[in-house]
């Protein structure tokens, strides 16, 4: 879910190059502007290494400062080095509200986890590869997958990966896992009635699953999806002091309840 007052925050945006693509970049910022200002943008690697020469044009269109590494010894990350010694630097100077992480590698995790403990938030940007150690590591992470569907307007097969626990393949309506999350979700929430507001199941599961995103299963949105799967009650109500906000509230329609286990 996305974070409010995100206009506000200020973050640090660090790639490993060696572990991500320049044609994720342009719809990465795009996605990072969601979450507050990129005020740093720094990203890792042996720019002497002909196989970087990709990031080049990338690297001034987003005036994205490189930091070079070399590899001093075969087989040893330096650059993962580099760019974690640079990421406490940067906490360390307690200007950043967030950071922005964007690797596969699960090398990655400990970084993670220690920027959060420090009480800064950690957007992490992989492949559906990435472990689940780094992505549970993470406040939010986001699949490029997603992102590269934007490239060309083309959109790709909706991957249904649950923090890697769903199975690929699976059609949205036999998703038993998507369909179990969201019960529980929802009784877990929902007031007497069985009533539970949308936002607050999508933060709910926000914060069990970093990895959940409805654009994995080929949805702009978590409404847009509860409404495709065609379970659920949908009740749009008028809210706020002079009732001109509107909130989606939710329950499980009465089969599917009677026949929950």
Request: with cysteine; aromatic share 10%; net charge neutral.
């Amino acid at each position: 879910m996305e974070d409010r007052g995100v206009q506000q925050k200020s973050l640090a945006v660090l790639i490993d190059a060696e572990n991500a693509s320049p044609t994720i970049i342009e719809p990465l910022f795009a996605e990072i502007a969601k979450y507050g200002i990129a005020s740093v943008k720094h990203i890792y690697g042996d720019w002497t290494s002909p196989h970087l020469s990709g990031w080049k044009k990338v690297l001034l269109t987003f005036a994205i400062h490189p930091v070079q590494q070399f590899r001093h010894t075969t087989g040893k990350n330096a650059t993962d080095n580099a760019m974690i010694i640079d990421a406490m630097d940067l906490l360390y100077t307690g200007r950043f509200n967030g950071f922005c992480i964007i690797s596969s590698d699960s090398d990655f995790t400990r970084l993670a986890s220690r920027i959060r403990e420090a009480g800064a938030t950690v957007y992490g940007f992989g492949e559906q590869k990435t472990p689940d150690s780094f992505v549970n590591a993470c406040d939010k992470f986001v699949y490029v997958e997603i992102l590269k569907t934007k490239v060309g307007g083309k959109k790709g097969t909706p991957s249904t990966k649950i923090a890697s626990r769903s199975k690929k393949g699976e059609t949205l309506e036999k998703d038993e896992k998507l369909e179990s999350l969201l019960f529980e979700t929802i009784d877990a929430v929902a007031d007497e009635d069985g009533w539970a507001n949308l936002a607050g199941v999508g933060y709910k599961i926000s914060n069990q699953y970093p990895s959940f995103d409805s654009r994995n299963y080929g949805y702009s949105k978590l409404s847009s999806l509860i409404r495709a799967m065609d379970l659920f009650e949908i009740d749009t109500r008028q809210v706020g002091p002079d009732l001109k906000q509107k909130s989606i509230y939710i329950r499980r329609k009465a089969q599917e309840k009677d026949s929950a286990p």
